[in-house]
């Protein structure tokens, strides 16, 4: 990482003033188009979830708000995002996986998948409590979802880690879609910095 130039950041003064905020974070939720990439995890054997983790990830790192961090009251930068995501054990609790931002989907899938069987051969909580270079995500399979609130610890504010959220996906007009929650902190970015993140993502699965 490294330090982010505020003083000449054309979002200066939308930085100073929610940083201070007792809680800068806010949350957009929508609903994306996800036929092609479902279709397309059916036709290659790809799963279809780790198909959708790796879309957000590709897509985060291709937008600069989403890889800036609040670190010792600094602004940084990361060059490449990760992504934490929890993973459903038998007893129906949860764990987090961490994956790496790959090439493409075919890799993203056979690389995820051993770390999702190396997590099953030997459960372990393991949340990074101290990483600043990823994303959080999370999957709810069973229900779709309109609105969503994270729990979040006091010193959170001062990291500002994106929080992504995938729901059930449904049918819909003959398509299928799928929530999509995107938390973020006001002071690293706004409301179009999200809404790119939707329009990329959707381009992505228009476009395999």
């Not at 090439?103 to 770390?115: A, Y």
């Not at 969503?148 to 990291?159: L, P």
């Not at 729901?167 to 973020?184: D, L, M, P, Q, T």
């Not at 002071?187 to 939707?198: E, T």
Request: proline share 2%; aromatic share 16%.
């Amino acid at each position: 990482m490294k330090e982010f130039d505020v003083k000449n950041w054309y979002r200066k003064s939308q930085y100073q003033f929610f940083k201070t905020y007792e809680d800068p974070f806010f949350n957009i939720t929508s609903n994306l188009d996800v036929t092609n990439l479902y279709n397309y995890c059916k036709e290659n054997k790809l799963s279809f979830s780790l198909a959708c983790i790796f879309i957000a990830v590709k897509c985060v790192n291709q937008i600069e708000e989403f890889k800036l961090r609040i670190y010792n009251n600094k602004v940084v930068k990361f060059n490449k995002i990760s992504i934490g995501s929890t993973v459903l054990n038998e007893d129906n609790t949860f764990s987090f996986c961490y994956f790496n931002a790959e090439k493409s989907l075919e890799i993203f899938d056979k690389r995820g998948k051993k770390v999702i069987e190396d997590h099953q051969n030997g459960i372990d909580f393991n949340p990074a409590l101290n990483a600043l270079d990823l994303v959080h995500c999370s999957t709810l399979p069973w229900i779709s979802f309109t609105g969503f609130k994270h729990a979040r610890k006091g010193d959170e504010g001062q990291k500002g880690i994106p929080k992504l959220v995938f729901g059930k996906f449904f049918n819909e007009g003959g398509r299928k879609k799928i929530a999509f929650s995107v938390e973020v902190h006001h002071a690293l970015m706004d409301g179009y910095h999200v809404a790119l993140l939707f329009e990329k993502m959707e381009d992505y699965i228009q476009n395999l």
